[in-house]
């Protein structure tokens, strides 16, 4: 018997957005677990990086695994980043669609076989998604693979990449606009030449040197006067990680009694010399740390103790290094329990 956990209803609320009511009651116990059972590319350019993520969330109390994954079209592949899932556990299966050997219309199907393991045996589906796109002859992004990646980014140095649109058709075909839905992305296009029925334009997209920590997906549009298609979608990837980082990011302490000490140490490590400026300890007075000197150094040990407090349960202290020269801080936290006095 499936057991549904509480999961259940966060996902419900998901898959309002693709499903009716009356479909929803039709789902299997498989198909419930998908984010989206179709998705549409839309029209996209010819050379053009063009790659969804389809969610799979167990939503039962027993393990769920994910066997085979297949296409109907070698137009498209598909991948999952995990193949067992715990009650809760998220998979996610990328979906990617080859614009450079085919064109125009292409439809294709993606199919997942799941396999829910049960106190009284197994039981095993297979979901498929049908995945469309319509890729275009005449507009060409390169080089290969038709994308602004910009690969990792140290925070604060910002990023550029350069992508060429070739248009083959009209001569008085113009990209009107660049929509960008991210503050943190720039994106412009300059004319590059044009002649009988070709078109070329140059795009430039820039990821802003205070782009915030993490990984970054977007699409950007480019808006075309053509009448029919005039949105071509471009990917932009990337992901912008921490010049200076505290390891381990965060300390477990453990099991103290009241008035117990414990000494321990993070190293603060940056790609180039750097100063700590000033360690700021969050609330409590129960924590010592020696401040570091003013010298300028890829890596800095930090001394801290700690002499636990009366007051019994659970706590943690988040410390604010702050670097000379930046203007965003760099956190690390220390928790643990306290015993009750006596125990």
Not at 160 to 172: F, Q, V
Request: proline share 6%.
């Amino acid at each position: 018997m499936l057991r549904q956990t509480l999961a259940l209803g966060a996902l419900a609320v998901v898959m309002t957005a693709w499903v009716s009511p009356i479909q929803a009651q039709e789902l299997n116990w498989a198909e419930k677990m998908f984010s989206e059972l179709k998705h549409d590319f839309g029209t996209v350019a010819r050379g053009a990086d063009t790659r969804a993520t389809i969610v799979v969330t167990n939503i039962y109390e027993e393990d769920v695994s994910i066997g085979n994954v297949g296409t109907t079209c070698g137009c498209t592949a598909a991948k999952p980043d995990k193949n067992l899932l715990k009650t809760r556990e998220q998979a996610q299966i990328e979906i990617k669609m080859n614009t450079v050997k085919f064109m125009r219309r292409k439809d294709s199907n993606v199919l997942v076989t799941l396999t829910f393991h049960g106190p009284q045996g197994s039981s095993t589906k297979e979901v498929k998604v049908p995945i469309t796109a319509y890729i275009r002859s005449d507009v060409v992004i390169t080089p290969e693979p038709g994308n602004a990646d910009f690969g990792a980014v140290e925070f604060g140095a910002g990023a550029e990449r350069k992508l060429e649109i070739a248009y083959a058709g009209r001569d008085n075909w113009n990209i009107k606009d660049v929509r960008v839905p991210n503050n943190n992305i720039e994106a412009g296009v300059k004319e590059v030449s044009r002649g009988p029925g070709r078109v070329s334009y140059e795009l430039t997209v820039r990821l802003k040197p205070n782009a915030p920590l993490g990984s970054l997906h977007e699409q950007i549009t480019l808006v075309t006067d053509d009448a029919n298609a005039p949105e071509v979608p471009v990917l932009v990837m990337g992901k912008v990680e921490p010049d200076i980082s505290v390891y381990p990011p965060s300390y477990t302490l453990g099991n103290l009694r009241p008035g117990e000490s414990k000494t321990f140490q993070v190293v603060v490590k940056g790609k180039r010399p750097f100063t700590i400026a000033h360690i700021q300890c969050e609330s409590a007075d129960c924590f010592e740390v020696k401040q570091p000197t003013d010298e300028a150094k890829t890596v800095h040990i930090v001394p801290f103790k700690m002499t636990a407090p009366e007051k019994a349960g659970e706590f943690t202290e988040k410390f604010t290094f702050t670097i000379e020269g930046r203007p965003e801080p760099v956190m690390f936290q220390a928790s643990g329990m306290i015993a009750a006095a006596g125990t």
